[in-house]
């Protein structure tokens, strides 16, 4: 059973760094195909891709975020973090990660409970 | 870059059949994903490339795809449909959602 949970500040002030942490169980990122990407949504409004690490370290990121993000796995503790520097308000969001399974194209078949983000001085 | 459009809401009368337009340029070239997502939830993937079913999601949900625009087809729309719904694709290695389109069963 495919599990992920996302942990990390609920607050964080305009120009700090916020890393999330995506804690997964039941596969493994060492498995050829498999991927973990992080998805945000503020309130109201639709969802948005931000990231995704593959299962040999190959990342991609939204054009629009690049030079803000960051993904990086940890595969000893079946963990991956997103960094996003320099926050502003427009970040405050939900931020969901989910599991990318094995074939040509990315997509997401199981979702963290996401966590909610709000940036604000 | 890639967009995908989608119409803000629909409307469907409790037991008739709801169908949610996503359109994209060459989009029958891609392959389609839709996700159902209630209030406070995440997101659930109920189509996968553009016809397929994940295991629990029910029958009455059905996708298809022409050249322009992919569609979800939910037949017999329960209560419990009430949700917005998110198309997606995969372009130039980038991950790309719908606008997303509210779901009302009347």
């Known amino acids: 059973q495919i599990t992920l949970e996302e942990s990390g500040p609920t607050l964080v002030k305009p120009t700090q760094t916020l890393t999330l942490t995506c804690t997964f169980s039941g596969f493994s990122l060492r498995t050829n195909g498999v991927g973990v990407g992080w998805v945000r949504q503020p309130p109201g409004k639709a969802l948005e891709w931000l990231a995704l690490?593959?299962?040999?370290?190959?990342?991609r990121y939204s054009p629009s975020l690049r030079s803000r993000l960051t993904i990086a796995r940890d595969t000893s503790k079946n963990q991956v973090v997103l960094t996003v520097t320099n926050v502003d308000p427009v970040d405050t969001a939900t931020y969901y990660c989910?599991?990318?399974?094995?074939?040509?194209?990315?997509?997401?078949?199981?979702w963290g409970q996401g966590t909610l983000v709000t940036v604000s001085a | 870059s890639y967009e995908l459009t989608q119409p803000v809401s629909v409307s469907v009368a409790l037991g008739q059949t709801a169908r949610i337009p996503c359109g994209g340029d060459h989009i029958g070239s891609k392959n389609v994903y839709w996700y159902q997502q209630k209030p406070g939830q995440a997101p659930l993937l109920v189509i996968q490339r553009d016809t397929n079913r994940p295991s629990g999601i029910p029958e009455r949900f059905s996708g298809s795809k022409s050249e322009y625009t992919a569609t979800l087809t939910i037949s017999g729309a329960q209560a419990g449909d009430e949700a917005d719904y998110y198309c997606?694709?995969?372009?130039?290695?980038?991950?790309?959602f719908g606008g997303g389109t509210i779901l009302t069963v009347l």
């Open positions: 690490i593959y299962w040999d370290d190959d990342k």
């Open positions: 989910a599991h990318r399974p094995p074939g040509g194209s990315d997509y997401f078949d199981f």
């Open positions: 997606q694709v995969w372009d130039s290695s980038t991950v790309i």
